[in-house]
T-cell receptor, first 112, second 112 residues
Framework: ETGVTQSPTHLIKTRGQQVTLRCSSQ?????VSWYQQALGQGPQFIFQ???????GRGNFPPRFSGLQFPNYSSELNVNALELDDSALYLC???????????FGPGTRLTVL | SQQGEEDPQALSIQEGENATMNCSYK?????LQWYRQNSGRGLVHLIL?????REKHSGRLRVTLDTSKKSSSLLITASRAADTASYFC????????????FGKGMKLTVNP
């Protein structure tokens, strides 16, 4: 157990809908990174938040957005869902941007 | 885009045997990390090796890094059935946003 929690565990949405995924970072961690993992692939970096500011973004369209709160928990929002957004969404927390990232159990999103 | 590439993509061994996984990457790195993933769930951090280190041990794990060849290996000694999982290498190239770039992963099966 890493102390990183994510909710919900599973989610089913239809194309065009919007979704919000949540992540609580490990105690003492101020950095949260989000990753998308398609079936059979390695995780792909979406973006990172450090002390409530976005600190880097991967190759994802603007309909993927995020937020980090003062307690360092974080949200990932995806608008206008597409079938290809079906994946496991992982968040990882760390102390600062240069240290080990500890992952939560993930949210499995299915878009129909 | 994937940076690391694990080799082999799948490995099946008997309990008690050693398992070696290799990872190659393309660009210079700050550090390289190995993760384990069980059944499409969250990633478990195994070990981090920095670019100025050549070898690191943690329990039954031994990691080597050869920056001149842009490659790393993970050795699991005296494997157990519980080691059955997918293993990923992830590189951290620096540049401020310490995103992790993952390979596609390697499936290890340890038969009892």
């Amino acid at each position: 157990e890493t102390g990183v929690t994510q909710s919900p565990t599973h989610l089913i949405k239809t194309r065009g809908q919007q979704v919000t995924l949540r992540c609580s970072s490990q105690s003492g961690h101020n950095t949260v990174s989000w990753y998308q993992q398609a079936l059979g692939q390695g995780p792909q970096f979406i973006f990172q938040y450090y002390r409530e500011e976005e600190n880097g973004r991967g190759n994802f369209p603007p309909r993927f957005s995020g937020l980090q709160f003062p307690n360092y928990s974080s949200e990932l929002n995806v608008n206008a869902l597409e079938l290809d957004d079906s994946a496991l969404y992982l968040c990882a927390s760390s102390w600062g941007v240069y240290n080990e990232q500890f992952f939560g159990p993930g949210t499995r999103l299915t878009v129909l | 885009s994937q940076q690391g590439e694990e080799d082999p993509q799948a490995l099946s061994i008997q309990e008690g045997e050693n398992a070696t996984m290799n990872c190659s990457y393309k660009t210079s790195i700050n550090n390289l990390q190995w993760y384990r993933q069980n059944s499409g769930r969250g990633l478990v951090h195994l070990i981090l090796i920095r670019s100025n280190e050549r070898e690191k041990h943690s329990g039954r794990l031994r990691v080597t890094l050869d920056t001149s060849k842009k490659s790393s290996s993970l050795l699991i000694t005296a494997s157990r059935a519980a080691d059955t999982a997918s293993y990923f290498c992830a590189t951290d190239s620096g540049g401020g946003s310490e995103k992790l770039v993952f390979g596609k992963g390697m499936k290890l099966t340890v038969n009892p």
